[in-house]
């Protein structure tokens, strides 16, 4: 017996969009390569995201942006994670990112971008080379 576990992961989706096709097949296809994935649903304040993934002890956040405000939400969902103490919850996102803008949000903290059409075997292998990277869990 070990004492390793499952790696954790939110899958968020901050504002007010109303697109959660994209998440819902993120959430899935983490939860079906292993991971232990909460899906926080539609419409949340950044600060509900960031409650959530410090009650459940989660080790990364995935945010799902369709509505645009990709500038404002991704940042802010990293300040408050710091400011709470959890700046080491990696954060990483999805949806419609212009390319322009990818590296704003990466210098801003986030670790990784999926635009639309990317594969979910290519965000399982991210979270699994985070996972080992951090030492978090245990990588599947």
């Known amino acids: 017996m070990t004492n390793e576990r499952k790696i954790r992961v939110l899958v968020g989706k901050p504002g007010l969009d109303g697109h959660d096709r994209g998440a819902k097949v ?25 409650n959530a993934a410090i009650q459940e002890d989660v080790d990364l956040v995935g945010l799902s942006v ?3 405000a990709h500038l404002y939400l991704f940042p802010r969902v990293i300040e408050l994670l710091k400011e709470r103490g959890a700046g080491d919850i990696v954060v990483f996102g999805g949806g419609i990112v212009p390319d322009d803008d990818i590296a704003k ?8 971008l999926f635009t639309p059409g990317t594969n979910t075997r290519d965000i399982v292998a991210f ?4 996972a080992k990277a951090h030492h978090l869990g245990q990588a599947v």
């Open 66 to 68: 369709m509505s645009g």
């Open 105 to 112: 949000l990466k210098a801003a903290g986030v670790a990784a």
């Open 26 to 50: 993120v959430a899935r296809a983490l939860r079906d390569a292993g991971f232990e994935v909460i899906y926080t649903g539609l419409h949340q304040t950044p600060e509900m995201i960031v």
């Open 127 to 130: 979270i699994t080379d985070i």
